[in-house]
């Protein structure tokens, strides 16, 4: 058998759906009322015994699988037994029977405000794994078909790769034996810190922090192998073990089991005019979640081509900060400020705004910055960072547009694992919502100027030109990211490998010539337009936008 529950505000909308299926019957309940508006007028007088319930009614659904009928009198007993294991002892219900579906199901109708003195309320606290094991309880007693439980529908199952290596070597995956040891480890739905316990006396370690959406994720590591819950299934995810195995949490009690991820610090976000928050600290920001830079295909908005020096803004240092790691006005080589090296960067800032296209606004304050800077051959130079700011080394932009990775005179000297990899990168706000992973910086800043959603969704955009670059901890966790790296063989290779690790990410080909050459063309052909047609350049940069309509990375 299988069950369902749903909490909500209003009778008379309940009981009308449930009526308005052909062929609905009511077949039980302790109500005198037989129409929806009767039902409903009953229920109402329940809700006068305590006003503070906001979320009053209780809505269940039980049914078998097809092909299995069960009579009136019968389900009537299995939901009066059902209601009573729920803690619906002194409750108004009504069941109504349901043929609409090729399963035979029922639907109850109950107020979740007892009749009793005090008007109490039943808890609706870990409500989903009480009726999972009454329901097992129930289709013991009236021999039902048992239903699949959340310890198999709630785990991902395995992959292709995990079915062949069984079958060829008879070994268990590793993400097969976490799933296994979580189900026995809570069994009988332990305090997180007991569960932490028992996983690692079988060798799995555990780690539990914030995402970047600032809610706490947590992972499992054996055998050197580690996953995030999402990857073990919605069960093992930090919600999921409270929601669907009982687990129990507390933030007072358990605060020392939280790790606390590095954040994108203060001083390196990119902000822009309108995720820059407002008096009473809200944002302008519509669209989390959404997953690409131009999720509907037809872009006619000014943020893809008209860049306003007003839309970006540095944002301020916090005197928290140390001086090592504060970026602005410090050049990438020593010596920057001579006239020599600022005559070359003026040269390498033409080249990438005439040769790339690439917006002046954005360039400069990049350069501001010290993100972006020219060496002494009039090469652009770009600073590698980890996600909490300190510079790792830099890339070159060779003439043949090709890049080099070289050392840095600042860079630290200590070592770093695979999750601190310096990679060049830019974020909008720290509250990250959105990623978009490109070939390199060139890349990046194209995807930037091609993204009407710029200064709207909390986005990181970064570059890397191999696996163990990828930030995997900080995006495991991100709901949408845009993998947009070239069309060429390397990229689509390296695309494959990045979507295998992160499930969430979608894959947006840009073409062998990649965002720059798109928004490069998208330039060359404003431009050409406006050497046939004399026309401002308010109209010059409608078109341009216009022009954009087509392109698409979501």
Same mark, same amino acid.
């Given at each position: 058998?299988?069950?369902?529950?749903?909490?909500?505000?209003?009778?008379?909308?309940?009981l009308?759906?449930?009526?308005?299926?052909?062929?609905?019957?009511l077949?039980?309940?302790?109500?005198?009322?037989?129409?929806?508006?009767?039902?409903?007028?009953?229920f109402?007088?329940?809700?006068?015994?305590?006003t503070r319930?906001e979320?009053?009614?209780y809505?269940?659904?039980?049914?078998?699988?097809?092909g299995e009928?069960?009579p009136?009198?019968?389900?009537?007993?299995?939901?009066?037994?059902?209601?009573?294991?729920?803690?619906?002892?002194?409750?108004?219900?009504?069941?109504?029977r349901?043929?609409?579906?090729?399963h035979?199901?029922?639907?109850?109708?109950?107020s979740?405000?007892?009749?009793d003195?005090?008007?109490?309320?039943?808890s609706d606290?870990?409500?989903?794994?009480?009726?999972e094991?009454?329901?097992?309880?129930?289709?013991?007693?009236?021999?039902l078909?048992p239903a699949?439980r959340?310890?198999d529908k709630?785990?991902?199952?395995?992959?292709?790769g995990?079915?062949?290596r069984?079958?060829?070597?008879?070994?268990?995956?590793?993400?097969?034996?976490?799933?296994t040891?979580?189900?026995?480890?809570?069994?009988?739905s332990?305090a997180?810190?007991?569960?932490?316990?028992?996983?690692n006396?079988?060798?799995i370690?555990?780690?539990?922090?914030?995402?970047?959406?600032?809610?706490l994720?947590?992972?499992?590591?054996?055998?050197?192998i580690?996953?995030?819950?999402?990857?073990l299934?919605?069960?093992y995810?930090?919600?999921?073990?409270?929601k669907y195995?009982?687990?129990?949490?507390s933030?007072?009690i358990?605060?020392?089991?939280?790790?606390?991820?590095?954040t994108?610090?203060?001083n390196?976000?990119?902000?822009?005019?309108?995720?820059?928050p407002?008096?009473d600290?809200?944002?302008?920001?519509?669209?989390?979640?959404d997953?690409?830079?131009?999720n509907t295909g037809?872009?006619?908005s000014?943020?893809?081509?008209?860049?306003?020096?007003?839309?970006?803004t540095i944002?301020?240092?916090?005197?928290t900060?140390e001086s090592e790691?504060?970026?602005q006005?410090?050049?990438?080589n020593a010596?920057?400020?001579?006239?020599d090296?600022?005559s070359?960067?003026?040269?390498?800032?033409e @080249?990438?705004?005439?040769?790339?296209? &690439? =917006?002046?606004e954005?360039?400069?304050l990049l350069?501001?910055? +010290? %993100?972006i800077d020219?060496?002494?051959?009039?090469?652009?130079?770009?600073?590698?960072r980890t996600?909490t700011g300190e510079?790792?080394?830099?890339c070159?932009l060779r003439?043949?547009?090709?890049f080099?990775?070289?050392?840095?005179?600042?860079?630290?000297?200590r070592?770093?694992?695979?999750s601190?990899?310096?990679i060049?990168?830019i974020?909008?706000q720290?509250?990250?919502?959105?990623?978009?992973?490109?070939?390199?910086?060139?890349?990046?800043l194209s995807?930037?100027?091609?993204?009407?959603?710029?200064?709207?969704?909390?986005?990181?955009?970064l570059?890397i030109?191999?696996i163990s670059?990828?930030?995997i901890?900080?995006?495991?966790d991100?709901?949408?990211?845009?993998?947009g790296?070239k069309?060429?063989?390397f990229g689509?290779?390296? @695309?494959k490998?990045?979507?295998?690790? &992160? =499930?969430?990410?979608?894959?947006?080909?840009?073409?062998i010539? +990649? %965002?720059?050459?798109?928004l490069?063309?998208?330039?060359?052909?404003?431009e050409?337009?406006s050497?046939e047609?004399?026309?401002?350049?308010?109209?010059?940069?409608?078109?341009?936008?216009?022009?954009s309509?087509?392109?698409?990375?979501?």
């Open positions: 058998m299988i069950g369902k529950q749903i909490i909500g505000k209003s009778f008379t909308g309940l009308n759906y449930l009526f308005s299926k052909q062929g609905a019957s077949i039980g309940g302790n109500i005198v009322g037989e129409t929806p508006q009767e039902l409903a007028a009953e109402r007088f329940s809700k006068q015994l305590n319930v979320n009053p009614v809505h269940a659904v039980l049914g078998v699988p097809s009928y069960i009136d009198a019968k389900w009537r007993a299995i939901a009066l037994d059902y209601l009573e294991g729920m803690g619906f002892d002194k409750n108004l219900f009504a069941i109504i349901h043929t609409d579906r090729d035979d199901h029922i639907h109850i109708a109950a979740r405000i007892k009749l003195e005090k008007g109490s309320c039943v606290s870990w409500n989903y794994l009480r009726s094991k009454l329901i097992e309880q129930l289709e013991e007693k009236y021999d078909t699949a959340s310890f709630e785990r991902r199952s395995p992959t292709t995990e079915r062949r069984l079958a060829r070597t008879g070994e268990i995956s590793t993400r097969e034996q976490l799933q040891a979580l189900d026995r480890a809570t069994a009988d332990p997180i810190a007991i569960l932490i316990d028992r996983l006396e079988q060798g370690s555990v780690k539990i922090e914030p995402t970047p959406t600032g809610e994720g947590i992972s499992y590591k054996l055998n050197d580690a996953f995030s819950g999402t990857h299934g919605k069960a995810t930090f919600k999921g073990l409270q195995r009982g687990v129990s949490y933030p007072e358990n605060s020392d089991i939280v790790t606390q991820m590095p994108l610090a203060s390196q976000i990119l902000q822009t005019a309108n995720s820059k407002d008096e600290g809200n944002t302008d920001n519509d669209t989390a979640g997953t690409g830079i131009n037809n872009n006619t000014s943020e893809n081509c008209n860049f306003n020096p007003d839309t970006y944002s301020k240092v916090s005197p900060v790691d504060v970026f006005d410090k050049p990438l010596g920057t400020n001579s006239p090296l600022a070359q960067w003026q040269s390498t800032r @080249s990438l705004v005439e040769n790339a296209c &690439l =917006p002046p954005l360039i400069d350069h501001d910055k +010290g %993100w020219a060496d002494d051959q009039t090469r652009a130079v770009f600073t590698l996600l510079k790792t080394g830099s070159t003439p043949n547009g090709k080099s990775i070289g050392a840095n005179a600042g860079t630290s000297t070592k770093y694992d695979d601190e990899k310096g060049f990168w974020a909008t720290s509250d990250i919502e959105r990623a978009v992973i490109a070939s390199d910086p060139v890349e990046t995807a930037i100027a091609l993204d009407p959603k710029f200064d709207r969704t909390p986005t990181l955009y570059s030109d191999a670059s990828l930030p901890d900080f995006l495991k991100i709901p949408a990211i845009v993998v790296l069309g060429d063989e689509e290779k390296l @695309s490998e990045i979507i295998e690790i &992160l =499930p969430q990410a979608k894959r947006i080909n840009p073409g010539g +990649g %965002w720059n050459g798109i490069v063309a998208q330039v060359q052909e404003a050409n337009q050497d047609i004399d026309e401002t350049d308010d109209v010059l940069e409608e078109r341009l936008c216009d022009r309509s087509g392109l698409s990375l979501g």
